[in-house]
């Protein structure tokens, strides 16, 4: 009787799988650029405060002979040199491709190296800040691909809110479900029931592009989707009109090792 081979190998399936993974790496990219655009203004004017402040505290300590001064500016300056640094730090961590190499990562600290980023371009817009971090879950991730998926989801709801407003952020684990928890809360505008099972997607967007030209496209949070599904994880997206709307990312926690003996 004759057998077919199902793992027969397809040279045109293999080909179109890699052109497929390509585009998906480059839609990525470009989705990540964008958000780096989104930020651009408010990171350039805080560099823009940052070098006034060493210059100014250099003047100062050139100007005076006294130690408590000088001490005082020199201390002003390595603050702020600091700052400066931590900045572009997040900044490289951010846009360097790492392809899909994962590793165990704390995601209390994720969500902070992605604040560093947005912070001030949250103030500008006039939006408080609350984080509630519970404890310290570690899962085992692709930091860039996760920060990029917590920048949109900032930044979506940084445009929900035109006039200000507050947004909230709790990391804490379920060691029940055996996930991390990621919620990014805003109080914006909120989606419509009848949207809210289109908004992963693909091309489906609840909102126009704004004046920076940001948003629009319906393909950001698709990409949150297709990111945290990869990680073996889930999203799901909770929202009122006029109350705000809620994003939880559920990441597996790295499993502590059994013990020996």
């Known amino acids: 009787m004759a057998t077919v ?23 990525m990219q470009a989705q990540k650029m964008s958000s780096v655009g989104a930020l651009a203004s408010s990171i350039t004017h805080e560099f823009n ?10 003047k100062m300590g050139l100007r005076h002979q006294d130690a408590a001064t000088r001490d005082k500016a020199f201390n002003k300056i390595l603050d702020a040199s600091q700052r400066a640094a931590k900045i572009t730090t997040g900044m490289l961590s951010y846009a360097r491709n790492k392809g899909d190499r994962r590793e165990p990562f704390d995601l209390v600290q994720l969500v902070q190296d992605v604040l ?28 860039s691909q996760i920060q ?15 006039a200000g407003g507050r947004l909230k952020i709790v990391v804490r684990s379920n060691p029940e479900t055996g996930f991390g928890e990621i919620s990014v809360q805003d109080s914006g505008c909120g989606i419509p029931a009848e949207k809210l099972p289109h ?9 126009t592009a704004d004046a920076d030209g ?11 989707r297709d ?13 009122l009109v006029g109350r705000g709307t809620t994003f939880t990312l559920k990441l597996p926690l790295v499993r502590e090792p059994a013990a020996v003996g």
Do not use: W
Not at 125 to 142: C, Q, T, Y
């Open 227 to 239: 990111i945290i599904e990869n990680h073996k994880g889930r999203i799901r997206v909770e929202s």
């Open 214 to 224: 940001q948003g629009g496209t319906g393909l950001g949070l698709a990409l949150c």
């Open 116 to 143: 560093v980023l947005v912070e001030k371009d949250l103030q500008k817009h006039r939006i408080s800040l609350e984080v509630d971090f519970a404890d310290h879950p570690v899962a085992e991730v692709n930091t």
């Open 5 to 27: 081979d199902l793992q027969t190998h397809d040279p045109e399936t293999e080909q179109l799988r890699r052109q497929l993974e390509a585009m998906r790496q480059q839609l």
């Open 49 to 58: 405060n940052i070098l006034t402040t060493i210059i100014n505290y250099a």
């Open 148 to 162: 990029q998926v917590l920048l949109n989801l900032i930044i979506n709801a940084r445009q929900a809110m035109k």
């Open 199 to 207: 908004i992963f997607d693909p091309f489906f967007s609840t909102k």
